[in-house]
């Protein structure tokens, strides 16, 4: 299993990225997939999940209607596009699973929001 996201970078208050996070290594369409972010300092947290069957989405609070995920099975990608980024959303983000009991994550990319 493999997991690379990218797509990070510098931002300003009020801007947005789109995140991406290429798997292989097992049937992506079968797993649900899910971003965390983790801030300085900070333990990392949960903040969005596409979820099978049915592609359901899933935010935390802190960027419901703000982020949107969203998969494409034909590319084994799910994306994370963030938008109306504030300082407190600097962190690392990295993509997840749990594949055949067993949870893996992406080695993360780095979203710094800063004027």
């Known amino acids: 299993v493999q997991l690379v996201t990218s797509g990070g970078g510098l931002v300003q208050p009020g801007g947005s990225l789109i995140l991406s996070c290429e798997a292989s290594?097992?049937?992506?369409?079968?797993?649900?997939m899910r971003w965390y972010r983790q801030a300085p300092g900070k333990e990392r947290e949960l903040i969005a999940a596409?979820?099978?069957?049915?592609?359901?989405?899933n935010y935390a609070a802190s960027v419901q209607g703000r982020f949107s995920i969203s998969r494409d099975n034909a590319k084994n990608a799910v994306n994370l596009q963030i938008g109306n980024l504030t300082p407190e959303d600097t962190g690392v983000y990295s993509c997840?699973?749990?594949?055949?009991?067993?949870?893996?994550w992406g080695q993360g990319t780095l979203v710094t929001v800063s004027s």
């Open positions: 290594g097992f049937t992506f369409s079968d797993y649900s």
């Open positions: 596409i979820l099978v069957p049915g592609d359901n989405t």
């Open positions: 997840g699973s749990t594949i055949r009991g067993r949870q893996y």
